[in-house]
């Protein structure tokens, strides 16, 4: 396993979630993401190397990264062909974001995160727009409930989050590991507390804290490319405590469509990665459990991401 040296490359990353490969288009429908990570840094300056000392408190010797993202999200009823969200179902919503974070390295085991998001939800999220675009594409009616969509809010959450490896196993070029996640989120977009631990077996497993995830999570996003060729398979799941979801909730200063949610909230996940040189790619199961009361199944979503350390 590597240990801290400092990462001389930047991470680039595309990450695409949607819940069609499993046949389902409902509930948070899709998600998109672009995403960098710089190269770390000891003793950053600016805002950067005031939040990773004041916020995550990290030391001068501490490798600090910086992050920025931008995405949008989906979400729809399972009923798309009424004029309207049907009677306990989800909210159509869109939510078209930006993300900064910093990502402070404390030691081999430890991965501190802060992270901001800021975006808008309605008509500006354009999510209507690029769902018509990919049923058409692929022969689907376009869904009719649109003009009952959230109404546009500049909403924002502000997320903690602290990753901890505890190694299992090595047998040779074999590891084994898991990574247990504690975080806090306060915002009008999302307030929720979670738990996470996933265990992963693979071989040269490195410095990074697992693949990037989307809605509700915000993970890390680096990992270093030392190695010319590497993989693992991973399982996991996440507990959360959610006050308020505003996908859930609706609007935080007008009425909007809404259902009642619920307030813990099991998520699983299982996938694999796989790291060739300069690149990674990974793919992810995520299930999750009942959100709100009248979900009637699991909701599922395949995750994959594209990334490059340049």
């Known amino acids: 396993m590597t240990g801290t040296a400092l990462a001389e490359d930047a991470?680039?990353?595309?990450?695409?979630?949607?819940?069609?490969?499993?046949?389902?288009?409902?509930?948070?429908s899709s998600g998109f993401q672009l995403d960098y990570v710089s190269p770390a840094k000891q003793g950053r300056d600016g805002l950067t190397g005031r939040i990773a000392r004041d916020v995550l408190q990290a030391t001068s010797s501490d490798p600090v990264r910086k992050r920025i993202a931008v995405g949008q999200y989906i979400f729809i009823p399972e009923d798309t062909s009424s004029p309207g969200t049907p009677g306990g179902q989800h909210p159509y919503a869109g939510f078209l974001y930006g993300t900064y974070g910093v990502l402070a390295q404390k030691g081999q085991d430890r991965l501190d995160s802060f992270h901001i998001q800021?975006?808008?939800?309605?008509?500006?999220?354009?999510?209507?727009?690029?769902?018509?675009?990919?049923h058409n594409a692929f022969g689907d009616d376009e869904a009719q409930g649109w003009d009952s969509q959230l109404d546009t809010e500049l909403a924002f959450a502000a997320t903690y989050d602290q990753a901890r490896k505890y190694p299992v196993f090595q047998w040779g070029d074999l590891e084994s590991e898991v990574i247990a996640n504690a975080g806090l989120t306060a915002g009008t977009l999302l307030t929720q507390a979670h738990v996470a631990a996933n265990w992963r077996l693979g071989f040269d497993l490195g410095d990074d804290f697992g693949p990037?995830?989307?809605?509700?999570?915000?993970?890390?996003?680096?990992?270093?490319?030392?190695?010319?060729?590497?993989?693992?398979?991973?399982?996991?799941?996440?507990v959360r405590a959610v006050a308020r979801d505003i996908f859930l909730d609706g609007n935080t200063f007008s009425d909007s469509e809404s259902v009642d949610k619920e307030f813990f909230v099991p998520d699983w996940n299982a996938g694999a990665v796989v790291q060739l040189g300069v690149a990674q790619v990974s793919f992810t199961y995520q299930e999750r459990g009942q959100s709100y009361e009248t979900q009637d199944t699991p909701h599922k979503t395949a995750s994959v991401n594209f990334s490059l350390g340049l």
Do not use: C, H, M
């Not at 949607?18 to 509930?27: A, E, G």
């Not at 999220?125 to 018509?132: F, G, K, R």
């Open 11 to 28: 991470t680039y990353t595309v990450v695409i979630e949607n819940d069609y490969v499993f046949n389902q288009d409902r509930d948070y």
């Open 118 to 134: 800021v975006g808008l939800t309605g008509e500006p999220s354009l999510a209507e727009e690029v769902q018509d675009v990919f």
């Open 212 to 238: 990037v995830k989307l809605y509700p999570y915000v993970s890390a996003g680096q990992w270093d490319n030392q190695s010319r060729l590497s993989g693992y398979i991973y399982l996991g799941g996440t």
